[in-house]
């Protein structure tokens, strides 16, 4: 399994005027490397080296940055196809797909390198990593990570590094090739996870996971967002963007928090999740205007995928559910009904008198739901041989 682990470099004053040039003109590079592609009809990668390979190097770029900036250029135009295809940016001729498909893409001036083994070299005993610049080779440059990062750095690190900068301070970020822990097939049950807005995950066991808290912090990020919006100043833009970044570095890491202790439960009490499939559930819910803010800023997509790739690290299976009804069916007698479901925190059956949490109600029918999927799927179709 293929993961990324990011390490902060500390270069010295010398060394971070050094990387910034070697960012600022290789995607300048790319800019212009993009130009050309999308005058030609986004060739082919063997194709575009032969209109541009020799420029980038009258430019200044190593060999191999030059292959990787081209790369680059056509690895964007690949992507943005691919959204195109899968409808991510509207029907044709919406007025966000002729934008994208009207001008050639471009890269901002801290955008992220790529960098292979020739132009990187790691001193793990020393912490430090050598690499290729614009100005020459700097050998040297310090590095630090968590000792978990470190661990996986050193032991699984595979494929290319990326050199990247984010309010002024410089990452790499490297592919490890981790090997995965042999699925369990046989859990013993499932712990079923309720995504909601109010409580962010709830467990089958009752366990309610980062809700208030993260919707104070929320909340507070929001009147803050509008009172600079309002001001809109250059200054106030400034720190509009450092403040999503912020915000967005938050709830990344509430996500990791809330999805590690959900796998770690799960792989103590040798049990698999269920999880609801919840793709597409912004377009398929009707929302008042006051819940949009919430809903669209809630990264559940997110938390879905750290539990995916923690839960395939430590063998765990999980499986997606249908959420339809999960809300409205009592997980005590099995009567569904719209009713059932009094407030946001009140389950109250309509059939059996039981009253519960609601969202601790809908994770147990989740757990239900994700051991029939797990036993459906172990099942032989094949039909028995008459004797």
């Known amino acids: 399994m293929k993961i990324v682990v990011q390490a ?43 209109y541009t390979y020799a420029e980038l190097k009258a ?18 135009y690949t992507a943005l196809h691919a959204h195109i295809k899968a409808g991510n940016l509207g029907k044709p001729r919406s007025k966000r797909r002729v934008k994208a498909e009207s001008k050639p893409i471009t890269f901002r001036a801290g955008a992220a390198q790529p960098y292979d ?20 080779r700097l050998k040297g440059v310090r590095f630090i990570g968590s000792a978990d990062q470190l661990k996986v750095l050193r032991e699984y690190r595979q494929g290319e590094s990326d050199l990247v900068e984010r309010d002024g301070e410089f990452y790499l970020l490297a592919t490890c090739d981790v090997p995965e822990t042999d699925l369990k097939e046989n859990p013993d049950g499932f712990l079923g996870v309720d995504l909601g807005i109010v ?5 089958s066991d009752g366990d309610v996971l980062a809700g208030r ?23 106030a833009k400034r720190r509009l963007k450092e403040r999503s970044r912020r915000e967005w570095r938050f709830a990344a890491n509430t996500n990791h928090v809330i999805s590690k202790r959900i796998v770690a439960e799960a792989e103590r009490t040798s049990r698999g999740i269920a999880l609801e499939d919840l793709k597409g559930i912004r377009a398929r ?24 790739y923690k839960a395939r690290r430590a063998g765990v299976p999980l499986v997606l559910v249908d959420p339809a009804y999960t809300s409205q069916t009592c ?19 309509r059939s059996c008198g039981v009253v519960a949490h609601a969202d601790l109600n809908a994770s147990r ?12 799927g172990r099942e032989s179709r094949v039909p028995v041989a008459s004797p």
């Open 8 to 50: 902060k470099l500390l270069p010295t004053a010398v060394q971070a005027v050094a990387l910034r040039s070697t960012l600022l003109e290789c995607n300048d590079a790319a800019n212009w490397v993009s130009r050309i592609a999308f005058e030609h009809g986004v060739p082919r990668a063997y194709e575009l080296r032969k």
């Open 59 to 76: 430019r200044g770029l190593g060999a191999q940055a030059a292959q990787h900036v081209i790369k680059k250029v056509r690895d964007a």
């Open 117 to 136: 083994d020739r132009c990187l070299g790691w001193q793990h005993d020393s912490g430090a990593v050598s690499l290729w610049t614009t100005a020459g």
């Open 199 to 203: 409580n962010i995950a709830t467990t």
């Open 213 to 235: 808290g993260l919707n104070r912090y929320r909340a507070r990020q929001m009147r803050l967002r509008a009172k600079l919006q309002k001001k809109g100043t250059e200054s």
């Open 285 to 308: 819910v009707r929302l008042t205007k006051p819940q949009r803010a919430a809903v669209h800023s809630w990264a559940f997509a997110q938390l879905g995928q750290f539990l995916a």
């Open 331 to 349: 997980a005590e007698c099995g009567h569904v009904d719209k009713r059932n479901r009094a407030s946001q925190a009140r389950f109250p059956c």
């Open 365 to 376: 029918n989740i757990a239900r739901k994700g051991e029939t999927a797990w036993n459906a």
